[in-house]
């Protein structure tokens, strides 16, 4: 995704907002663009690819300003071309966006038959054009935007300068990061901290549903309900903002919660939004077509990842795949035949048992194929392809946003390996697609059930062990659920198949021992049903995580039910993720453990 700069200064500001992206450029993006009140009216520079563009473009025509939004995109809707960089512009404002506004397509029908035109590809355009459309109608920009934002879904951060109105910017938060800047006589917006930092070290992050009202003294800001609300301000350290928190008490729950973001930031490298449609951002060097089978490794959560895709592989694209821990697949001897594809998953692209088993998968002739974070690393070099997770930098040592971003790019893989193989239809794809562009909003839906967690994670905590069950994709969910609660707060935990239980986990069941049990309403939800009426009948405490017609269906007495959001089933193990990792961070966290370094692990093992 992209970057947002907004400044209410003294002296001219695009200078100022050029050098505050290029602090962004590690973001990725495609084009920038700034706009800027010119004697009190809207002016604009944008380009088409690096800053530099951007700069020279404003050496040829400067913008004098003292008011300012900047941007830096990455193409979601629409070419990375100047007419789609932001920030777009009516006769009463310009706006710059970061994300997803999901329900651009119906929105935009709206306008275009009340007579407006549209300029542009992008989904923000239409942000643009409603809010204008309120301002024709004589409503004030405060105002116009007030009526605007409920009416967007999706994950999304916005940023509005309007002609004529040199002491106010307005900023939006839903989903998508936004902080705001504390000047002398001068204030800021920003995507993140570290956007700011040249300015100032004062800060107020924006919660989701926040939006904020700046004009030079300051800001007024207020929540989804229009409320007026009062938010901390920071002080960030010099040096720390790298590895800044945000308003966060760990990176672990930073982490989580900027989920909506990467997951948005990842799709849309591997998803043509418009067309509803897959499109892989590099050439492939074989043909899906002929592929006989794909062998994944990898280690602990990425492994879970890899678990999860093994389904979708084999469902989507009919395609069959073997995975292994790569500790296990580096010395199993598996036959493999040169030809074949070997996928790995890892956040590093630095995990010693991951490496050995790509370079023995070269070594053998295998097309090797990488999902990593780190673009720089170890196994995205010695890999034929790499299909990088745009996460951004992970600190908590349990992975979370990793996860759900390696999830995003293996189901797209799969996407098309599915189209490829004439086992999807265009129609099939889209849907898929469509239900993927929905997850970035949905997470964000999903974390609004925090509180219910926390209150959940404390019965959690007195538990000594606890049991996770799932079918289908739901399976290897469940044993991610396990492995995040016992990394973290130490309890032990295992993930099984529901279907398994019988076979002697059942044992284990008594009052004390809580079980949690992932069931998205899909096909196999009423064969979870009769297990966990196993469970129910020997008296252990069930915690279902579903959605509204699974709680509706379910007929069974529960400890607690986590009602998620509906979605497609396909795409329900990126969406279940977060309240899973909600309870283990909390439980970890009422238990006083320490989250984003828990004893005895390290974030990079580069040890067998
Ligand atoms: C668990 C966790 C680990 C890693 C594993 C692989 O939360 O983070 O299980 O997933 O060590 O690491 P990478 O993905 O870097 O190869």
Known sequence: MCGIVGIIG???????????????????????????????????????????????????????????????????????????????????????????????????????????????ETDTEVVAQLVTHEMRQGRPPVEAVAVTLPRLRG???????????????????????????????????????????????????????????????????????????????????????????????????KEIHEQPEVVGRTLAHYVNFTAGRVELPFELPFDFRALKRISISACGTAYLAGLVSKYWFERLARIPVEIDVASEFR????????????????????????????????AEKLHTLSVVNVPTSTMARESTLVAQTLAGVEVGVASTKAFTCQLTVLLSLAIAAGRARGTLTPEEEKELVDALIAVPGQMSEAMKREHEIEILARELSKAKDVLYLGRGTAYPLAMEGALKLKEISYIHAEGYAAGELKHGPIALIDETMPVIVIAPYDHIFEKTVSNMQEVAARGGRIILITDEKGALESGLDTMATLVMPSVHPVVAPILNSVPIQLLAYHTAVFMGKDVDQPRNLAKSVTVE
């Open 10 to 120: 003294n002296t001219p500001v695009a200078p100022q907002i050029v050098e505050a992206l290029k602090r962004l450029e590690y973001r990725g993006y495609d084009s920038a663009g700034v706009a800027t009140l010119e004697y009190g009216h809207l002016a604009r520079r944008r380009a088409e690819g690096k800053l530099r563009n951007l700069e020279a473009k404003l050496s040829d025509a400067p913008l004098s300003g003292v008011i300012g939004i900047g941007h830096t995109r990455w193409a979601t809707h629409g070419k990375p071309n100047e007419t789609n960089a932001h920030p777009h512009a009516t006769e009463k404002l310009a706006v710059v966006h970061n994300g997803i506004i999901e329900n651009f397509r119906e929105l935009k029908a709206g306008l275009e038959a009340k007579g407006v035109r549209f300029e542009t």
């Open 155 to 253: 994950a999304f951060a916005l940023a509005f300068l309007f002609d004529g109105e040199d002491e106010l910017l307005i900023g939006a938060r839903h989903g998508a990061p936004l902080a705001i800047g504390y000047g002398a006589e001068e204030m800021y917006l920003g995507s993140d901290a570290l956007a700011l930092a040249p300015f100032t070290d004062d800060v107020t992050y924006l919660e989701d549903g926040d939006w904020a009202i700046l004009r030079r003294k300051g800001a007024d800001i207020r929540d989804a309900s229009g409320a007026m609300v009062r938010r901390p301000r920071h002080k960030i350290p010099v040096g720390s903002f790298m590895a800044d928190k945000g308003n966060h008490r760990h990176f672990m729950a």
């Open 331 to 362: 010395y199993r001897e598996a036959p493999l035949e040169p030809g074949e594809l070997a996928l790995f998953v890892s956040q590093s692209g630095e995990t010693a048992d991951t490496l050995a088993s790509l370079r023995y998968a070269t």
